[in-house]
C-alpha cells in the first residue's frame, strides 16, 4: 500500500478516523474472503503442515519453536524486528541444503488475457509479487533463519477444470530465487523509507503520487490529502490517465478545473467535447450520425444484460480460474417501436448456472432482430464462453456475438455529448442525466459487485431463509434496471434523433 501511495498509508495509520469514511465495499472484503480460500487451497500441495493460528500473543515463540525443531511445513509463520512484521504462507525444510524454503501465494495472476485473445505479463502486478516477496524474505532473514529457494505460488489461469481440482495444474511455481537477489536489496531501501515515512507524526506536506494519475487511479483519501483539486477537475478528462505527459503539462500550469483546460492542439476530439460541453451546459449532438446509429438496429430489439461472478477456484467442470459464471440474466424484448415491452429474467442458483441460462435465453431471442448491450465486449466475452461451455448451443451463442449492438458506442463516439456525463460512458453516469426518473441509488443492490457479493452469500449459505430470498429479489430488481435502463436511454436518443 505504501509502494502505491505513501501519503494515503499514512492517513490510514494516523487518520483512521478519516480514512474509516471510506467504507470497504462488501466485494472489497469478499475478495479477502476468496484470497483466503486460495491460500487454503494452495496448502493442499505442501501435505501434514502446521498452521500457527494466532498474529500476536504467543505467534513469534510458537514460530521460533517450529524453526528451530525444523518442522517440515509452517503455514502462516510469524517474524518480527523491532520495525516490521511478517507472516509467510508457507515454509518448507529442505534438508539437502539444510534450510527453508519459502513460498508466497497470490490468489491471482501475473498473466492476463488482451481484447485480442492474446496472454500477457502484467508487469506492474509482477513487480508488486516480486516486492511482497522480498519483503517476507527481508524480514524473515532478519530473524536470524536462513532461506534457501524462494517461490510464488500463483493460480495457472490457462487451468481448465476437469471433474475434481488438479492442485498440481491449478497453481504455477516460480522459482524467484535469483531474482530476489536484486528485488530484496531494493525492497530493503523502500522498507527502511516507509518505516521513516510513516512514522512521522505530521501529515506529509503536498500532492501525493495519484496526484499525476486519472481519477480512476486516485487513492482512498485522494480529497483529503489533495483538497486544492476541485471535485471535478482535469483528473475527470476523457482517458487522462492515458496522457500522463499532457495532464502533468496542465498541473504543472495550474490548471486544474476542467473549465480552464486550454482548447488547443493538446485537446483531442472526445476531451475537447467535454470542455466545450462543460463550459456551455448543453449537449453536443451530431443528430445524422444518430440517426444512422439507431436505423442499423433491427426489430425485434433484445436489451440483454449478465451478472457473473469471477470465482478464483473454478467451481464447477470446463471453467478457468477467474472465468466469469453467468448467474443472472435480465432481457427486455420490444417487437416493433410502439409495441408492448416484454421482460424475462432469472437468477441460478446451485450448480453450473450456464445451462440454465442458455435454455431461457435460447427460448425468449428469436433468429432475427437486434442484441442490444452496454459495453458489449463484456456480454460478448460471456457469449464465447458460454459457446465453449455447450457445444450444442455454440451457433447460437456466436450468432449474438454478431448481433450485438453497443448501445454505448452513441456516447463513445461522440454521436451524443453531455456535460452531465462528465467525459465517462457508463451506465451509471449516463442514466441519471438522460433518465432522473430511474435510479440506481435506492436499491439495496445497486452495482455490479454489490451482486457478486449476494451471489456468494447465497451460494456458500452465508444468508439463509428469508433473507435469503429477499437477497435474491433485490438482485434481480437490479439486473432488470439495467436493461430498463438501456430502453429509456435508447427511447431518449431515438425522440433526438426524430424518432427513427
Not at 187 to 216: D, F, I, N
Request: proline letters at 5%.
Amino acid at each position: 500500500m505504501y509502494r502505491e501511495c505513501p501519503n494515503n498509508t499514512w492517513v490510514r495509520r494516523h487518520r483512521p478516523g478519516v480514512y474509516g469514511q471510506y467504507e470497504m465495499s462488501e466485494f472489497e472484503q469478499s475478495l479477502a474472503t476468496m484470497g483466503n480460500e486460495v491460500e487454503e487451497l494452495a496448502r493442499g500441495m505442501f501435505p501434514n503442515g502446521y498452521l500457527v493460528e494466532r498474529r500476536s500473543e504467543g505467534a513469534q515463540e510458537l514460530t521460533q519453536k517450529l524453526v528451530a525443531e525444523r518442522t517440515p511445513v509452517i503455514f502462516q509463520a510469524v517474524f518480527a524486528t523491532d520495525t516490521y512484521l511478517a507472516a509467510t504462507d508457507v515454509l518448507v525444510w529442505n534438508a539437502g541444503a539444510g534450510a527453508y524454503d519459502l513460498y508466497e501465494i497470490k490468489m491471482s495472476s501475473t498473466e492476463e488475457e488482451g481484447e485480442d485473445g492474446k496472454v500477457k505479463k502484467n508487469k506492474k502486478k509482477e513487480e508488486q509479487f516480486d516486492n511482497d516477496l522480498a519483503f517476507q524474505a527481508n524480514v524473515v532473514e532478519a530473524c536470524g533463519v536462513t532461506l534457501f529457494k524462494k517461490y510464488l505460488v500463483r493460480l495457472n489461469k490457462q487451468y481448465v477444470r476437469r471433474g475434481d481440482i488438479d492442485y498440481t495444474q491449478l497453481f504455477v511455481l516460480e522459482d524467484k530465487t535469483e531474482a530476489m537477489v536484486v528485488v530484496q536489496e531494493n525492497a530493503t531501501h523502500q522498507m527502511q523509507h516507509a518505516y521513516e515515512y510513516l512514522t512521522k507524526e505530521a501529515k506529509p506536506e503536498g500532492h501525493c503520487p495519484c496526484y499525476y494519475r486519472g481519477r480512476s487511479a486516485h487513492c482512498t483519501t485522494f480529497a483529503f490529502i489533495n483538497p486544492d483539486v476541485p471535485a471535478y477537475s482535469v483528473h475527470d478528462l476523457n482517458r487522462i490517465g492515458q496522457s500522463k505527459k499532457y495532464l502533468e503539462e496542465l498541473l504543472h500550469a495550474g490548471v486544474l478545473h476542467v473549465g480552464d483546460v486550454p482548447q488547443d492542439e493538446r485537446l483531442k476530439t472526445k476531451k475537447l467535447n467535454q470542455v466545450r460541453a462543460h463550459l456551455s451546459q448543453e449537449p453536443i449532438v451530431d443528430t445524422a450520425a444518430l440517426a444512422e446509429e439507431l436505423n442499423r438496429l433491427e426489430y425485434p430489439l433484445y436489451f440483454l444484460d449478465y451478472e457473473t461472478y469471477p470465482t478464483a477456484i473454478p467451481p464447477f467442470s470446463g471453467y478457468r480460474p477467474y472465468q466469469h459464471i453467468v448467474f443472472q440474466y435480465s432481457l427486455h424484448v420490444l417487437e416493433a417501436p410502439d409495441a408492448e415491452l416484454k421482460h424475462y429474467g432469472d437468477l441460478i442458483l446451485g450448480g453450473d448456472p450456464a445451462p440454465k441460462i442458455a435454455e431461457a435465453l435460447v427460448s425468449h431471442i428469436g433468429p432475427k432482430g437486434t442484441v442490444i448491450s452496454w459495453y458489449k465486449t463484456f456480454e460478448n466475452s460471456r457469449n464465447k464462453e458460454m459457446a465453449g461451455l455447450m457445444p450444442q448451443h455454440r451457433e447460437f451463442f456466436l450468432r449474438l456475438v454478431e448481433r450485438t449492438y453497443d448501445l454505448m458506442d452513441i456516447v463513445e463516439h461522440q454521436h451524443y455529448v453531455h456535460p452531465g456525463f462528465m467525459g465517462r460512458a457508463s451506465i451509471k453516469k449516463v442514466l441519471p442525466v438522460l433518465v432522473p426518473s430511474l435510479s440506481y441509488k435506492d436499491l439495496p443492490v445497486k452495482s455490479g459487485t454489490d451482486a457478486i457479493e449476494g451471489y456468494r452469500q447465497l451460494t456458500r449459505e452465508v444468508i439463509v431463509g428469508e433473507e435469503a430470498e429477499q437477497k435474491q429479489r433485490d438482485m434481480l430488481e437490479y439486473c432488470k434496471l439495467d436493461t430498463l435502463a438501456m430502453v429509456e436511454i435508447w427511447r431518449h436518443f431515438r425522440g433526438v434523433a426524430g424518432g427513427v
